[in-house]
């Protein structure tokens, strides 16, 4: 049985408009089973049936934070698991996908990199955490209107596949997304960032810098070793020369390592004439990681010193702690005792 959702549109089987009538049911209505599509003759659903499936995944497990945010813990059809995270504030309803198990990256503050690498996810099942959501969440999959590819993984180290499901979610008969909407989160692989540029797609990009400097950098980033910043920095350029979008450059603080307003002062220098916006994301803690967030004043003190010297910078407080979503604790643990545990999907095939 092979997966349909790591065709593009108009690769899917059937002749002339059954492509599209398939489309429709699989990311406007969100069906998760052949016998589902009624506008198509009985026997092309049970042939349908029979050579494909549609859903990724053995088991889906929904944790409700307190504060809105679902993390769905995926069972893949091979045992392994990974997780994804749906935000339904602010107006607009977000994903944060995955694109591994686990990650080969290693940075020294993220429970992900800690579970070390597990494998690539495929474009289905990249896609398919989209459509679990969804249906968990009694929603078409085209009500989801931004996603952002920041869950487990390094999206540049799958790129094959990333692109693909990125592909599929662009696409007028696919999840219909704006390339705006889209944002993949890298570590910084330059070979991949020029990649990307090539492709021309127009999603938005997401820098994890962590560092203005590459002697801090490569105390918590182990990739900073092979690509040193005015590297991934030329790649970054590129990249907005091309697609004129406006990068985002992510800041972990952590307390002691790269939290000095110094270090904020040399960022800004950095990044002059890159048209950067700065997202500060306090430490989400996990147990047993090896550093500390800055705390709160100090925080607010480095975004004051970036703001002073022109650099447009926001704070992201995190959310879903409660439940382990937030950024970097995704790490297929559940920190405290479940009140809710509903089962979506045990297709299992
Ligand atoms: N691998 C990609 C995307 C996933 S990580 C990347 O690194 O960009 C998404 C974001 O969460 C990154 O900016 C990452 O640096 C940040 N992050 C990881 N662990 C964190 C933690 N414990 N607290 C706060 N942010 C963290
Ligand atoms: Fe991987 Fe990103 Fe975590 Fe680093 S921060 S280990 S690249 S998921």
Same mark, same amino acid.
């Given at each position: 049985?092979?997966?349909?959702?790591?065709?593009?549109?108009?690769?899917?089987?059937?002749?002339?408009?059954?492509?599209?009538?398939?489309?429709?049911?699989?990311?406007?209505?969100?069906?998760?089973?052949?016998?589902?599509?009624?506008?198509?003759?009985?026997?092309?659903?049970?042939?349908?049936?029979?050579?494909? *499936?549609?859903?990724?995944?053995?088991?889906?497990?929904?944790?409700?934070?307190?504060?809105?945010?679902?993390?769905?813990?995926?069972?893949?059809?091979?045992?392994?698991?990974?997780?994804?995270?749906?935000?339904?504030?602010?107006?607009?309803?977000?994903?944060?996908?995955?694109?591994?198990?686990?990650?080969?990256?290693?940075?020294?503050?993220?429970?992900?990199?800690?579970?070390?690498?597990?494998?690539?996810?495929?474009?289905?099942?990249?896609?398919?955490?989209?459509?679990?959501?969804?249906?968990?969440?009694?929603?078409?999959?085209?009500?989801?209107?931004?996603?952002?590819?920041?869950?487990?993984?390094?999206?540049?180290?799958?790129?094959?596949?990333?692109?693909?499901?990125?592909?599929?979610?662009?696409?007028?008969?696919?999840?219909?997304?704006?390339?705006?909407?889209?944002?993949?989160?890298?570590?910084?692989?330059?070979?991949?960032?020029?990649?990307?540029?090539?492709?021309?797609?127009?999603?938005?990009?997401?820098?994890?810098?962590?560092?203005?400097?590459?002697?801090?950098?490569?105390?918590?980033?182990?990739?900073?070793?092979?690509?040193?910043?005015?590297?991934?920095?030329?790649?970054?350029?590129?990249?907005?020369?091309?697609?004129?979008?406006?990068?985002?450059?992510?800041?972990?603080?952590?307390?002691?390592?790269?939290?000095?307003?110094?270090?904020?002062?040399?960022?800004?220098?950095?990044?002059?004439?890159?048209?950067?916006?700065?997202?500060?994301?306090?430490?989400?803690?996990?147990?047993?990681?090896?550093?500390?967030?800055?705390?709160?004043?100090?925080?607010?003190?480095?975004?004051?010193?970036?703001?002073?010297?022109?650099?447009?910078?926001?704070?992201?407080?995190?959310?879903?702690?409660?439940?382990?979503?937030?950024?970097?604790?995704?790490?297929?643990?559940?920190?405290?005792?479940?009140?809710?545990?509903?089962?979506?999907?045990?297709?299992? *095939?």
């Amino acid at each position: 049985m092979r997966a349909i959702l790591d065709l593009l549109p108009e690769e899917l089987p059937g002749e002339g408009y059954r492509k599209a009538q398939i489309a429709h049911w699989l990311y406007a209505r969100g069906a998760l089973d052949f016998a589902e599509m009624t506008d198509l003759p009985k026997a092309l659903r049970e042939a349908l049936d029979r050579e494909w *499936r549609i859903s990724e995944f053995a088991l889906v497990e929904a944790y409700p934070s307190r504060d809105g945010s679902v993390k769905y813990l995926f069972t893949l059809l091979d045992g392994k698991k990974t997780e994804a995270v749906y935000m339904p504030y602010e107006n607009r309803k977000t994903v944060c996908l995955s694109t591994m198990v686990g990650c080969p990256a290693g940075c020294s503050f993220c429970a992900t990199g800690a579970l070390g690498f597990g494998r690539n996810l495929t474009a289905a099942e990249i896609l398919s955490q989209i459509l679990a959501i969804a249906h968990h969440q009694g929603i078409s999959p085209r009500e989801i209107r931004n996603v952002v590819l920041m869950g487990m993984g390094e999206p540049l180290l799958n790129l094959q596949n990333v692109l693909r499901a990125v592909r599929v979610m662009l696409h007028p008969k696919g999840l219909a997304l704006s390339p705006r909407r889209v944002t993949l989160s890298t570590v910084g692989i330059p070979k991949g960032i020029y990649r990307l540029a090539e492709e021309d797609l127009g999603v938005r990009l997401a820098l994890s810098l962590h560092a203005p400097d590459d002697e801090t950098r490569r105390k918590i980033v182990p990739t900073a070793h092979r690509y040193p910043i005015a590297e991934i920095l030329e790649a970054v350029r590129h990249y907005y020369a091309k697609t004129k979008r406006r990068v985002t450059f992510e800041y972990t603080l952590l307390e002691g390592v790269n939290d000095h307003l110094w270090q904020a002062r040399l960022l800004a220098k950095l990044l002059k004439g890159l048209s950067a916006h700065v997202n500060l994301i306090p430490f989400n803690p996990w147990e047993g990681a090896p550093v500390e967030g800055t705390p709160k004043a100090g925080i607010l003190a480095f975004a004051e010193e970036l703001r002073r010297l022109g650099v447009p910078t926001s704070i992201r407080w995190s959310r879903g702690q409660d439940v382990g979503a937030a950024c970097g604790q995704l790490a297929l643990k559940v920190p405290r005792p479940l009140t809710f545990k509903p089962t979506l999907e045990d297709a299992g *095939r």
